[in-house]
């Protein structure tokens, strides 16, 4: 389904982003994982995709950094000479209700997670102009859809990541580029591990489906929107959360 792709998967050291690196390796595309912290996890991944044969490189790149985030594309570059897919997936989150939340939460949640996009799309979407063709995926979620409490800082970066999923769509699709959002819902990983059990039984209530979701269901949707199967679909925002909203 990717076969000759290359894609870039930010914060694909672990989680979501980890599994959609290894699902997209799987169906034959060469993969950059890109990383800011934890460097052995990263390795890990591309030493799993080159066990199945296929071929990958790890680059540390904190994508709230411009500087950082001009290497990554550069190093990603030489490595495989083009870029084909851009997920735009590590993320963070520093709740907090409004009243306790402080500047700096707000900021570094939105310099992650909103602005870490807007720089990645800057760079893919020179090159896949050139290319006369590309796949931009960024993962939101249900959190920038529905608001949450306590997390007013994640909500509107997430709520923004779809924004400029729609635009970017509008500015690019005439240059064969679809840009496109996944909104996950509740998603077993280290994220929403950290979230008290009485929060994620409040959630399961509200899932018709019944169960969390797996980082699989997350990068079975990526790897769709990420194919030639895909080709008509821009500027939507795909919601995979058991029917969660
Ligand atoms: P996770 O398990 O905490 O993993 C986060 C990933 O992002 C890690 O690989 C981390 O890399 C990377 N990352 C964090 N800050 C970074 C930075 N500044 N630069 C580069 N990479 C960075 O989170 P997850 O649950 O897989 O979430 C992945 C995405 O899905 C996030 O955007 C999240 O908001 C979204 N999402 C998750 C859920 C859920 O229920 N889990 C629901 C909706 C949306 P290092 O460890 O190397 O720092």
Redesign the pocket.
Known sequence: MLRDKVALV?????????QIALTFAGYGASVIV?????KE??QEVVEMITAMGGKAVAVQ????SAEDVGRLFEEAHTAFGRIDILVN????TRDNLILKMSEEEFDTVLD??LK?AFLCMKHAAKIMLRQKGGRIIN?????GIAGNAGQANYCAA?AGLIGLTKSLAKELGSRGITVNAVA????E????QKLPEQVKEGMLAQIPLKRAGS?KDIAEAAAFLASDRAAYITGQTLQVNGGMA
Do not use: Q
């Open positions: 930010t914060g694909a050291s672990r989680g979501i982003g980890r890109n990383y800011n912290g934890s996890r990263a790149a904190d994508v709230a997936n590590a993320g963070i992650t997670n870490g993962i939101s979620s249900i959190s997430k996950p819902g509740l998603i990983t280290d994220m929403t980082v």
